[in-house]
């Protein structure tokens, strides 16, 4: 456990005292969860920290880190720098886990050239920590999570690295609280590619169901594909999903059908994830239906046990509610709405049945209750 409060005054100081070369004992630095945002300008991921070889916290001095510098670079399209049109890093921020860390930020300046040349982004990430526990052993400890936002779309294909320590000043390293042991060696992932390679995505109307169809055009660790739809662009559910070739070099082909549009807009998008729980969404399509005749109650007077019929997905049905003449609900469905429901208990009279859809649609169809 660290025993310091000054943690600028060490931060500042490190800048300033030369170092030795890099000691055995290692920190191993993964990122995951990697998200790409649909329109490929945002890029979040979790930093986790894990004990590598020879990491040993017997000893305060020895392996128990109070600062940790981890440089890394990303890929990028498109025209280099000074190029106004190059693709640059807009802004970069850390959400850190105060379990773990005191402090923390996300800087885009840094000393040095990106390793990959001019097509690379540099980033380093900046960690303090007091008074806070070492690192777990196994999965080791979350230390909190990365956006950056970048002033273009940048590629699903293009790639993330850690900056592994040579010794440098331009390295990812650690160092703890004796200066004279030196800067420590961080072991990244190098070179992770973002999510599936995506090359199109294309929807079309065949009468009355939906196709869609997408290629990509390398994989590399892929798990499967989430095709979601929404009514309304904004609250998206599960359609299907399918397996993905999960390790792939050449262009890979991809069809699905929607047997049961939603009546008027259907807002399709994939959600490609990687068997490390990494995903990434696609472009929204949109593909619009004639609005259905709704659904038919029957029978209708009824005594017994109401009735709801229609060509159209029951699945879109998210709730049925029963209100009478004066306006009070007195039945409402369940989480998962059934088709049928049991009146027998209300009084005769007047009703009102309101079927709300998914997509935030709903119809009021007026019910007599006899007996």
Known sequence: ?????????????????????????????????????????????????????????????????????????????????????????????????????????????????????????????????????????????????????????????????????????????????????????IEGTFNQVLPVSLIDFSTAREGSIATLSWSTSEESNSDYFEIQRSGDGKDWGKLKSLPAKGESVVEAHYSAVDDSPLGGNNFYRLKMVDKDGTFAFSQIRNLKFEQKEGFTLFPNPVSDKLNFKSEEDWKNVSSVKIYNAQGVEVYTSPLVPEKEVNVKSLPAGLYVAKLSKRNGQYKAYRITIAR
């Open 1 to 185: 456990m660290i025993r310091t409060s000054k943690k600028w005054f060490i931060f500042l100081t490190l800048i300033c005292i030369s170092f030795s070369q890099a000691v055995g004992q290692v920190v191993k630095i993964t990122y995951e969860k990697r998200i790409l945002s649909t329109d490929q300008k945002t890029f979040t991921f979790d930093v986790r920290a894990t004990k590598g070889t020879g990491y040993d916290v017997s000893n305060q001095n020895n392996s128990n880190w109070q600062f940790m510098n981890i440089r890394s670079d990303v890929e990028v399209p498109g025209p280099v720098p000074p190029d106004p049109a190059a693709i640059t890093i807009t802004s970069a921020t850390i959400a850190i886990n105060p379990a773990f860390l005191s402090d923390g930020a996300v800087n885009t300046s840094i000393p040095g050239s990106p390793l990959g040349g001019p097509t690379w982004r540099e980033f380093s990430i900046d960690l303090i920590r007091d008074n806070q526990p070492d690192i777990p052993d196994g999965t080791g400890a979350l230390i909190g999570t990365v956006t950056l936002t970048f002033s273009g779309p940048v590629l699903s294909s293009n790639k993330v690295s850690i900056r592994p320590f040579d010794g440098t000043t331009f390295r990812a390293f650690w160092t703890n609280l004796d200066f004279n042991a030196g800067r420590r060696p």
